[in-house]
């Protein structure tokens, strides 16, 4: 029934940027816990950004000065703001969401996370 949709991505060069965007439907949830992963062939899946309900925010340390995640309650969105894209930025990028009874549940890019979307390709070229 939940239903989480990735769009924004797609092909840059070097040095680029990109803002990914998640859309929501299906819940709703007294408070929540959204993340942002990726997976790049041959590697593991990793965490790359959280946000809870409250706005309380982690980054993977690797990124933090070029990502930025943020997200409208409101309209059940989560965005990916992604600036002098690298290389090895390229992967496929997931959101995912967490009902949670109160975003102090939340545990950043550790939280447990129910519900995925189908991911958006992002490709860096050198």
């Known amino acids: 029934q939940v239903r989480l949709v990735e769009s924004g991505g797609g092909s840059v060069q070097a040095g680029g940027s990109l803002r990914l965007s998640c859309s929501g439907s299906g819940y709703t949830y007294i408070a929540h816990c959204w993340c942002w992963f990726r997976q790049a062939p041959g590697k593991e899946r990793e965490g790359v950004a959280s946000i809870d309900s409250d706005g309380k925010i982690a980054y993977e340390y690797a990124i933090k000065d070029r990502f930025t995640i943020s997200q409208d309650n409101a309209k059940n969105t989560l965005y990916l703001q992604i600036d002098n894209a690298k290389p090895e930025d390229t992967a496929m990028y997931y959101c995912?969401?967490?009902?949670?009874?109160?975003?102090?549940?939340?545990?950043?890019?550790?939280?447990?996370?129910?519900?995925w979307g189908q991911g958006t390709q992002v490709t860096v070229s050198s």
């Open positions: 995912a969401i967490e009902p949670v009874p109160a975003a102090r549940y939340c545990k950043g890019l550790s939280s447990g996370f129910r519900h």
